[in-house]
């Protein structure tokens, strides 16, 4: 178990290095000058110079890229170049309604997916199933704008049930994650189902009915169960979707969040705090396929022995 | 005991693993930082005791200095200016009560508000204001606007209540300088206290004093008790930052806000029907149009450029895409700010337009390059297309190149001989006349390294007018002179003129005691709403 547990967080180090070589490059390649735009409109050519010596911009781009390395290793992250606050201030004041968000979506998604897919699987070709289809084709198929925007003029504007905008207050919550977490709903839900179809035909399924199980125990203790890891697969790989998400859905909503934060911040060329959202972006990621690595272990004994 | 704990892992893993994984990824990176305590939403206080703001900028920084931008409302209620502008476009009284200017034209005094305190309860002194302008000239604080504060050769302190700032040149547009936001007065305790981190601890004389500041979310201010001025009748100022404009009709609609600026053009008629609230279209002091590299052939021909603008149909733009909020534009200056003046129209005449480009000597038309931001306001990228149109129909042939702010503006700051036939969409705002027209027209700041706007349009006529009003005091004897020069100007049409822009915002209503100037920024005053 723990051979295999440290056999995926080696694996994970090399991913981690490729991410951060990929989001230096990006930021080097796409055009635009950082310098110029922090110097502002009524800027010399001599205090560009300066700023661009002081962003580091004048040194070789493999030096810049050691030099980044090696303070993110030592979480220094230096200060952003428009707000002049520490980066560390800037992601920390928005890593928790990101984490919020992009977590409660996944809650919801989880839950409603299972439900949906579960009673799609167990009726199939009834009515249930087609509305959990066509719900799901839906739920896929919607922009996170657009929707955000319907949700808002129903439930704010005509209901008044709920704010439109902000963050800080559980009722603030439900319209963005109702947002963000449908796509996944969708997709989670469309996985549940043709997973539980495919163990739902195994002979053992039949057996236990016939000696005498009730449906629920069929259904939830010895079809699920044995459906759960493509399951599992495709909620961890969900988690790079909301968490890309949170970028449309954070700004629909006018919510603080690490995804607006990188929009705003690629807007104002503020590189470093690009950089560094970024990188914490892509590790959470990592670290979440990793658990469900692990998970996969914990869950199917035969993985631990592969 | 491992069965157990697998078969609960079990009922919980689908449940629980991504939340526990982001948890731990979220912590992981928490951990890493130094800790930041961030202070919750501070003591809940009544909607009807709080007026929010929403616009669609984050701050960059609440220092007057640094934080230029659409989001002024927040700025302009925690700090005073010396002097500020009023609804009609006049320079009154603010934190200063009189001014007076020497007659050589290089000395101006103020004379101060006594028994005025900062909100950390430090006096408000003629040593404030010194140590206001030396926080915009020190090097280290990123001030955008330092450029125009480098006429100040000296600030005098004579007594607590008296500046002399002296000027060199001699400038008579000094007051509205003063007026500027970026010239608000900043507490010289809490500079020296913070330094640096001025920007996250706003100290001014205003009506309201700073609460906090969530990024993103939102900064807040709280009633100021011991303002020198009307006092506010509502305890607490909230700016919001809301990005989508979609989003920015909802807040007004629900409520959620008192004021709105920035309002999509397309939703403002549908929002003159709702109740409750007013949306409304004011004249701004910003247009829009196209700087063309003008050194070399073709476009440094005036024949060619008054065909460009000749060639399109301003007002059916203006019409079909701005959905009629937009205003055409008729002056090489801004209408509606002091001392610019409109003349005749460039009538739109395709056929006059095709004509004068073959006097030119363009009969087979000619190759012509605009550089444009898409997005930078509605309709943008419509109307440089139409444009495009227009002049496809006289026969040109015309690219537009869409690329992000940063490499438009090294476009447009670059040599205008590097660049013949290429042209840049932009928007210009100014906060008065004398400030449009050197930076535009005058010979010694269009082609300069690192400006904006580097067309290379040079008339020495134009240059000797400009140096003249730019010296000359008296409004009566300075008028005449903007006229002759805006003239001249209008005559070489040396921009392609686009049209004035409007500012389209909508309040609840029932909320009074502010105001939305020309350049869009929201100046709260005696602010009351009710409820």
Redesign the interface.
Known sequence: MLRHIAGRVLWALPVVLGVSLIVFGILKM?????A???A??????A??QAIRHELGLDRPVYVQYALWLGRLAR?D?GRSA?????V?????????P??EL??SA??LA??AG?VMGVTAATHQRSAWDAIASVGAALGVSMPI?WLG?ML??TF??DL?WL??????TTAQLILPALTLGAASTAIIARQVRSAMLEVLQQDYLRTAEAKGATRWAVVMRHAF?NA?IP??TV??L??GY?LSGTVLT????????LG??I??SIR??DVVVVQSAVM?LS???I??NL??DV?YA??DPRIRFD | MKRIR?RE??KQ???R??????????G???R???A?I?R??SSPVARNDTFVVSQGT?P??LDPA?GTGPFQGIINAIFDGLVQWNEKGEIVPALATSWSVAPDGRTWTFVLRSGVKFHDGTPFTSAAVKATIDHINDKSV?A?????YQLIKDVATPDDHTVRFTTDPPNPDFALLMADGSAKIVSPTALRTYG?DF??HHVGTGAFAFEEW?????ASATANLDYWGPKPRVRRFVY?????A??RV??L??G?ADVVLDLPPADIDALKQETGLTARATPAAEIAELEPAQTKAPLHDVRVRRALNMAIDKDAIIRGIMKGYAIPLNSPGIPGIWGSYNFAPVKYDPVAAKNLLAEAGYPNGMDLTINITDGRWAGDTQVVEAVQGYWTLIGLRVVVHS?????L??GSSSDPDSRPGAMTSLLKASPYIDYHLYRMYDSAATNV??T?QRTGYSNPQVDKLLDQERSTFDPAKRLPILRQAQALIWQDQPLIYLFQMVNLWGSRNGTSGYIVLPTGDFVPGQLARRS
């Open positions: 796409i055009p635009g000058d950082a110029v735009v922090v502002g409109t009524d800027a010399t050519a205090d560009v979480f992250l428009v707000t002049r606050r520490p560390s201030y800037e992601i920390a004041t928005r890593v928790r990101t984490a992009a977590g996944l809650g989880v839950a299972v704008f925007l808002m003029m704010s504007v008044r704010p439109s905008t902000g963050a800080g169960r759960v399951i599992v909620v961890g969900q988690l909301l954070e700004t629909v909503f006018a919510r603080p969040g607006r934060l929009v705003d104002s060329r914490v590790i959470t990621f670290v979440v658990a469900v998970l914990y869950l | 697998r892992l079990l893993a689908v449940v693993s991504g939340a526990v994984a982001l948890a731990l990824g979220a992981a990176a928490s890493g930082f130094p930041v961030v919750a939403a984050e960059n920084s640094v990123p955008t606007r330092r450029g125009n640096p920007g996250r969530v990024p993103n979310d939102h919001r930052p809301i990005p989508e979609a989003a909802v807040v609609k629900t959620e690329m992000d702010f940063a490499t503006l090294v390294p690192g904006q």
